[in-house]
């Protein structure tokens, strides 16, 4: 196994464990994304849900059968089961660690252990497919679009949210494989076209996803400090990931594209 995949794997299985603070802030809803703010979002779970609304938005029917790309603990499959029966809903994961806890949280819903970029699925199977906040680590994300492309019937629509990070982040971020960098938006946009997709909207949501999460993150986070919950020396690590992470994100993007 690649020395990124066990990162990455490492990373998200152990998320919670390493900051206990940071299950709290998401209120133990298992999800963990940054989410979608509104003025009025009150917490990190309502923005969550949130962005799942933002997706789903942009898939008029939503019936038949749906795969949830890197579907993390289960949170974004679970939120599935608002619009699906767990029969249609089918989730994919590297990590198989992460895929007990999405059985429990989305009960009857399909989890397989499954690289998102090497996919082995049937062709003209999925309806419509979700890919919420991953889609920047598989390796290529080129490859990924030309899977599930594949896989999605004619008329499909796969929907997603994606970072774009600078030519910096993507070269020493050890979770984001180089080739995945793009200059611009409009080169973004070529990749899902090149991938055989015909109708795709991009839309910029840096401020209300990124923006938004650590305005709150750090509101949050400086509280706790103030309490005393969290102590100077794990204040001081977290700022200094939060620069880093700063310096290096270029655009938070919401993405729908349809299948010819
Ligand atoms: C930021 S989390 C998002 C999780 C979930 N979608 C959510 O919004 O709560 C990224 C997820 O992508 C998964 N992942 C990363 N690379 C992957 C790959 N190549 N194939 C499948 N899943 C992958 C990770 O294990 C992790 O669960």
């Not at 062709?123 to 990924?144: G, L």
């Not at 990931?241 to 010819?260: D, E, I, P, Q, T």
């Amino acid at each position: 196994m690649s020395t990124r995949r066990s990162d990455i794997i490492r990373f998200y299985d152990t998320r919670f464990n390493t900051d206990h603070l940071l299950a709290e802030y998401y209120k133990g809803s298992d999800f963990y994304n940054f989410g979608y703010w509104a003025d009025n979002t009150r917490c990190q779970n309502e923005a969550c849900e949130n962005l799942m609304e933002k997706l789903l938005g942009f898939i008029r029917q939503k019936k038949g059968i749906i795969l949830d790309v890197a579907c993390g603990m289960g949170a974004t499959s679970r939120y599935l089961l608002k619009h699906y029966n767990p029969s249609e809903v089918t989730g994919i994961n590297i990590s198989t660690k992460q895929l007990e806890t999405c059985k429990a949280n989305a009960p009857g819903c399909a989890f397989l252990q499954m690289d998102a970029a090497k996919l082995a699925l049937h062709d003209r199977v999925f309806d419509n497919i979700i890919c919420v906040e991953a889609a920047f680590h598989f390796d290529t994300r080129e490859d990924f679009l030309r899977e599930v492309c594949q896989v999605l019937k004619p008329g499909g629509q796969l929907v997603l949210s994606d970072i774009l990070v600078n030519k910096l982040a993507a070269r020493w971020h050890p979770r984001i494989p180089k080739e995945n960098w793009v200059t611009d938006m409009e080169e973004y946009r070529e990749l899902y076209l090149r991938a055989g997709f015909k109708h795709v909207e991009v839309v910029d949501a840096t401020k209300e996803c990124w923006k938004g999460f650590y305005k709150h993150l750090w509101s949050w986070r400086r509280k706790n400090f103030l309490a005393g919950e969290i102590k100077l020396p794990a204040y001081a690590k977290m700022i200094l990931r939060n620069l880093l992470a700063k310096a290096g994100l270029k655009y938070y993007l919401l993405v729908s594209a349809r299948k010819a």
